[in-house]
């Protein structure tokens, strides 16, 4: 078995694959205060959920953007699995070829999804993460990685409005009613929600423009669903985009790996 870990700012998600088969999901918060006991023993018990054993496990592949917990998560995964875990990261085979002006600042999140997008539904193709930062990112039809924009996610939005404005309060994200409110918590939901739909819906239709072709776009991440469900300009919302990428990538990794011993 196999477990794909990826590690956000917002929460740490991880997978359990039988074959090819994902049997397992499990989601956590990031916080950089943990102990490599404490997520061992977290990932113990997600282990023990699932009715598997720690030896069932043959590998791990981490996709990380939080430096500053890989160490524990690393020194976890040695001491309670018994394995050194493969990250996302120079050396690793991808399958995508990057095409930006410096490749090693591209997030391991946003190549990982490239590669889950473009093997799992082809090419040309526009990968959206609706994270803690939203990320639209252009593969090729040829498999390369040519570039993206990034906005502020959608918590951040609503965050930063209510502590940014004395008088407002913290709000659920969700969809009111209608655009015009007649109280402040639907107003500012109104806003933050419809906004958003809005901003997707420009930022897709300006990307296509820019690259004068029509594109695939597979939309991923949290708040990914409720965006998704709202607009005709996203053709596939898939929660387990991640996922995918990772065991894709494990999957080219090893292969390379045997055909260099010759195996």
Not at 4 to 13: E, K, L, P
Not at 96 to 114: E, F, H, K, M, Y
């Amino acid at each position: 078995m196999l477990i794909v870990i990826d590690i956000g700012n917002t929460n740490i998600t991880m997978g359990i694959y039988h074959q090819d088969q994902l049997i397992g999901t499990y989601r956590l918060t990031t916080k950089f205060q943990r102990t490599s006991d404490e997520y061992g023993f977290m990932l113990l018990s997600f282990l023990s959920a699932s009715s598997i054993s720690a030896d069932d496990i043959q590998d791990i592949i981490i996709s990380s953007v939080v430096p500053k917990i890989n160490y524990s998560f690393t020194n976890c995964i040695k001491k309670y699995l018994h394995k050194n875990p493969i990250f996302i990261g120079p050396g690793v085979k991808t399958g995508i070829d990057i095409r930006i002006d410096n490749p090693s600042t591209l997030g391991a999140d946003r190549l990982v999804d490239a590669a889950g997008a473009y093997y799992t539904y082809g090419g040309p193709c526009l990968v959206i993460d609706f994270g803690t930062a939203t990320t639209y990112d252009v593969v090729s039809e040829k498999g390369e990685f040519l570039g993206g924009a990034t906005a502020p996610g959608i918590g951040i939005c609503a965050t930063a409005l209510s502590s940014q404005a004395a008088k407002l309060p913290e709000i659920e994200i969700q969809k009111p009613e209608r655009v015009i409110a007649k109280n402040t918590i639907k107003s500012m939901q109104a806003g933050v929600f419809f906004g958003y739909i809005g901003q997707t819906e420009y930022l897709i239709k300006q990307i296509k423009k820019e690259y004068q072709q029509d594109m695939k776009v597979i939309s991923t991440g949290g708040l990914g669903r409720m965006i998704a469900k709202e607009t005709d300009f996203i053709d596939i919302y898939d929660a387990d985009l991640t996922f995918k990428g990772l065991k894709i990538i494990y999957d080219k990794t090893k292969k390379n790996l045997y055909e260099k011993q010759g195996l």
